[in-house]
């Protein structure tokens, strides 16, 4: 495509482009989410020379990008309307590592294969798309001396991030990377819900990330520190985020946790919540 040119990245505007693409065409089988993009790109600091991302436009607007992440994982995402651009994020790429989409994608595996891409054996560790709408939501319950609540802004950040990195350990997560996650769109503070225990430690958040434009809250990230695990407090936390995120307009929650045998846990806790799975992970790679 001659009208079409490909440049780097050179900020945070261009992520908004990238957001702005999934957004304008988003759909049952799109896989990448606004929220998600802002959270894997803002959640650590000083990585943006590890990851080389590119993108695809013409006349100032986005077509396609492709974002490489070490150790050569790359994530890319074309218009629907420009399939064929996805053979040219490729030949961008590369790399012999490989590329994670959703089974749904059939044309993208199927360029994928043209390009000696092989998916990997089906029980390989995967994450499944899961979904429920806003309707019917079960009341949320906090043990007594337990509050549920949304971050309040700068003062919450230790705390904020200290949760984080507890239920994630090791965690990169800083509180200047949590910064910059709150002040990147489309974060909100009513949508970042955490549950206070009585030593006034936060034991549990969920941080749902609202796309307005169709209706889609993305679950990204929820955890419960290991001191306050089997109470229930990951349930409230998101029945909570979910009952704001109908407020604010939404009518779908997505979320994708684990869905192979390795790590059973999270996706328990969502099917209680009534998510049903919609779809899942495939990763391909070139064999080296």
């Not at 990585?47 to 436009?57: D, F, G, I, Q």
């Not at 006034?200 to 209706?215: E, P």
Request: proline fraction near 8%.
């Amino acid at each position: 495509m001659g009208d079409v040119t490909v440049r780097p990245y050179e900020g945070a505007a261009d992520l908004r482009k990238m957001q702005e693409l999934v957004r304008a065409t988003w759909g049952p089988a799109a896989r990448p989410h606004v929220g998600g993009l802002a959270w894997g790109r803002f959640q650590h600091v000083g990585r943006e020379a590890e990851w080389p991302t590119a993108l695809w436009e013409r006349d100032g607007d986005t077509l396609a990008w492709g974002w490489a992440m070490p150790p050569g994982e790359l994530e890319m995402f074309v218009h629907p309307e420009h399939p064929e651009l996805a053979d040219e994020v490729l030949d961008w790429f590369r790399d012999e590592a490989g590329v994670t989409i959703l089974e749904g994608e059939r044309r993208l595996a199927a360029t994928l294969s043209r390009h000696g891409y092989r998916r990997e054996p089906a029980d390989a560790p995967f994450l499944l798309r899961m979904s429920r709408d806003l309707r019917d939501l079960p009341e949320p319950e906090v043990p007594p001396g337990f509050v549920a609540r949304h971050v309040r802004g700068e003062e919450d950040v230790p705390a904020r991030v200290a949760v984080h990195r507890a239920a994630f350990a090791p965690s990169s997560v800083t509180e200047e990377s949590y910064r910059n996650v709150m002040g990147a769109w489309p974060y909100r503070r009513e949508l970042d819900r955490v549950v206070e225990a009585p030593d006034g430690r936060l034991a549990s958040y969920c941080l749902i990330w609202l796309d307005d434009a169709n209706g889609v809250g993305e679950l990204e990230p929820v955890g419960t520190h290991p001191d306050f695990r089997r109470m229930g407090l990951a349930r409230a936390a998101c029945l909570h985020a979910l009952r704001r995120l109908g407020e604010a307009g939404a009518v779908t929650a997505i979320v994708h946790p684990r869905g192979d045998a390795g790590y059973p846990v999270a996706a328990r806790l969502y099917e209680a919540l009534g998510f049903r799975a919609r779809d899942r992970t495939a990763r391909y790679s070139r064999p080296r």
